[in-house]
């Protein structure tokens, strides 16, 4: 961070031959894994803190690799609102991850909803149930350490999780009651 002018960002010029396309391809699902802000063609932006370092040599490296040129530039903003506006474009698409996040959740809400109402007990639903529990959970730990300025939805989707994690726990119980059962308990 400067003093004056906010946050020290990252600037990313990538530049790539059009074919093959799975070079551009690669940087590209690289740097939006990362959390990179797309400013243009070839043109990508990160804050400049330790959580996207790796993602950042990892896209050069494809670049280069790809025989391609990546050049890193440091940039502030020239002026206090320069520096706002680029932290809430970035904010602004952290944001949309959350949206994201929050659909997944009501999605893995609904269908332990629809377990229950089906009264399907197995151990293999319950497997899945908590691999996509845990998708969920690193999916959520990814967006934290990307989300530096605190997108207003960061809060309720830690809230949505925890509750996802009580859905699966209240399920698991479930499944264990229906296992342990004797077949004198189900009449």
Do not use: N
């Amino acid at each position: 961070m400067t003093k004056d002018r906010g946050v020290r960002w990252l600037m990313l010029v990538i530049k790539l031959a059009p074919e093959p396309s799975r070079h551009r391809v690669a940087v590209w699902r690289e740097l939006r894994k990362v959390g990179a802000l797309s400013l243009g063609q070839g043109i990508w932006a990160v804050p400049d803190v330790r959580a996207f370092a790796d993602g950042v040599r990892r896209a050069i490296e494809l670049t280069e690799r790809a025989e391609g040129e990546a050049v890193t530039l440091e940039a502030v903003g020239r002026k206090p609102a320069d520096a706002a506006r680029f932290q809430a474009m970035f904010t602004a698409a952290r944001q949309e991850d959350w949206a994201e996040f929050l659909a997944d959740c009501g999605k893995y809400e609904a269908e332990l909803a629809k377990e229950l109402r089906q009264a399907k007990f197995t151990l293999a639903e319950l497997e899945e149930e908590e691999q996509s529990l845990e998708r969920l959970r690193r999916w959520h730990r990814d967006l934290t350490a990307r989300d530096v300025f605190g997108a207003p939805s960061a809060s309720e989707a830690g809230k949505r999780l925890r509750q996802c994690a009580a859905a699966c726990e209240d399920y698991a119980e479930r499944v264990f009651r229906a296992l342990h059962e004797t077949p004198q308990d189900s009449r």
